[in-house]
C-alpha cells in the first residue's frame, strides 16, 4: 500500500489557539489510505522520537482522523471530505508551509507521510 500523503500543509496557530500550536493537515486517496497515513505517523514519532499521542480520532471510520500530540495536531483527511472541514479558510490568516514538494494543485504531488 501506498502510504503518500498528499497535500501536506502546516498552519502556525500558535497564539491563535488555547489547545495547539501548529495543525498539520494532509490527505488520502480513500479511508484505508487515510488510516494508514494516521498510523504510520502515530508509529513513527513514537518510536524514533518517543512523541506519544493524547488522544486520537476518526481512525476507525477512515474519512478523517484526528491525533493531538499536544502542541501539534494532525488532522487526515479523505480528499473529498478535506473540503468539507476547510480548515486552511478557518485559520486563513495563519501563516502556512506547504511540505517540500506538495504544491497545492488540481493535479496532486504525494509526500512521504509527513516525514
Do not use: C, N
Request: aromatic share 6%; net charge negative; no cysteine.
Amino acid at each position: 500500500m501506498d502510504r503518500k500523503a498528499l497535500d501536506v500543509i502546516t498552519l502556525d496557530i500558535t497564539g491563535r489557539s488555547s489547545y495547539a500550536d501548529y495543525l498539520v493537515i494532509a490527505s488520502g486517496t480513500s479511508d484505508r489510505h487515510v488510516q494508514s497515513i494516521a498510523e504510520v505517523v502515530e508509529s513513527t514519532l513514537s518510536k524514533e522520537d518517543g512523541v506519544r499521542s493524547m488522544g486520537r480520532e476518526g481512525l476507525r471510520e477512515g474519512q478523517w482522523a484526528l491525533i493531538d500530540f499536544g502542541g501539534v495536531v494532525l488532522h487526515v483527511f479523505h480528499q473529498f471530505t478535506r473540503e468539507s472541514f476547510d480548515l486552511e479558510s478557518l485559520w486563513k490568516t495563519a501563516p502556512k508551509r506547504l511540505a517540500p514538494g506538495s504544491e497545492r494543485s488540481s493535479e496532486h504531488q504525494p509526500m512521504d507521510a509527513l516525514h
